[in-house]
């Protein structure tokens, strides 16, 4: 019995000791999506809508900055707009009854069986964004169409269609990881640069950290993406550009050239070779070598309405770090 007493003030004991803060917050964001993962497999096994849809939807409005803290923490982010959700009515917004909203033409439907339609219900909102999908129909034109419908923005079907397809392939809504954009073995120095006046191109801030290496360097895909841009800019040269699931947009630049295969839609994973290190840029296509070679890395965030360029250095000094680790762990 005293033995007992004692297992169980151990159990307490460590139970209640607190993870360091980032290993705590990392369990709860992992089992959050566990969590989101089992209610979009549900909502898909009742409505037929492929899951990787849902996902990826939810995914693009937990990347939206939250109009409040309680918004912040909802397990599904979909919020569906009030006018949206109960149609032409005066009437008190608070759940209701399917067939009432129908007639005001609402959208909001019942997805927990509790004869409610809620749009602060997580199922209630999947079931209801589902349903207004499929009335289009479940081709992935089909889809595209809706999203357009229900957003009328094309960057954020874009972003959605893109994220889907990436939870598609990977089976998974987990895609964190990250690579460095070089190998660790080849010579390379950068230092921060964001938002330092530049020269060429009239008066702007440079966008980017500038990873200087030799010509012919592979260039990596730092994170799990869709290939959204790739050819000739001006100021950029031989550029390609990738987005990730959490609305960033990456951004490499001053290429000697493309890896074989890569090309605009393509699905890329961290560590993948997407080009190579050059001086391109700053002239006619072709233009090449008026400064030394170099990976320019810029990062880009999407708010729904714009997008707004951050400071990259901080990320790739973290993605160096745990690349150099993982080099060591083998
Ligand atoms: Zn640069």
Sequence with gaps: MKKLH???????????????????Q???ESEAKHERMALYKKTAAATGLPWYYLAAIDQYEHNLPAASKSEAEK???????????????????????????????GLGRDGNGDSLADPDNPEDVLFTIASF???TGTTKNDIKIAL????ERDLTVQTIMNTAKLYE????????????????HHNYSYRNTWGDARGFGGRRIHEGTDIFANYGVPVYATTYGVVELKGWNLY????????DSNNIYHYYAH?????????????????DVIGYVGASGYGPPGTSGKFPPHLHYGMYKDNGRSEFSFDPYPYLRIWEQKSKQQKKEG
């Design 148 to 151: 357009w419908n229900y957003y």
């Design 169 to 184: 392939q990977f089976g998974t809504i987990e895609l964190d990881k990250r690579s460095f954009p070089l190998p660790l």
């Design 255 to 271: 290429l000697n050239g493309f890896e074989k295969g890569v090309s605009v839609g393509n699905v890329v994973k961290p560590g």
């Design 6 to 24: 004692l297992i169980i003030l151990l159990v307490v004991l460590l139970s209640s000791c607190p993870l360091p803060a980032s290993a705590k």
């Design 75 to 105: 397990l599904i982010a979909i919020t569906i707009p009030e006018e949206k959700w109960f149609g032409i009515t005066e009437h008190k917004k608070a759940a209701a009854n399917e067939s009432t909203i129908s007639w005001f033409q």
């Design 26 to 28: 990392a369990d709860k």
């Design 236 to 243: 950029g040269g031989w550029r390609i550009g990738l987005r």
């Design 133 to 135: 999908i499929q009335r």
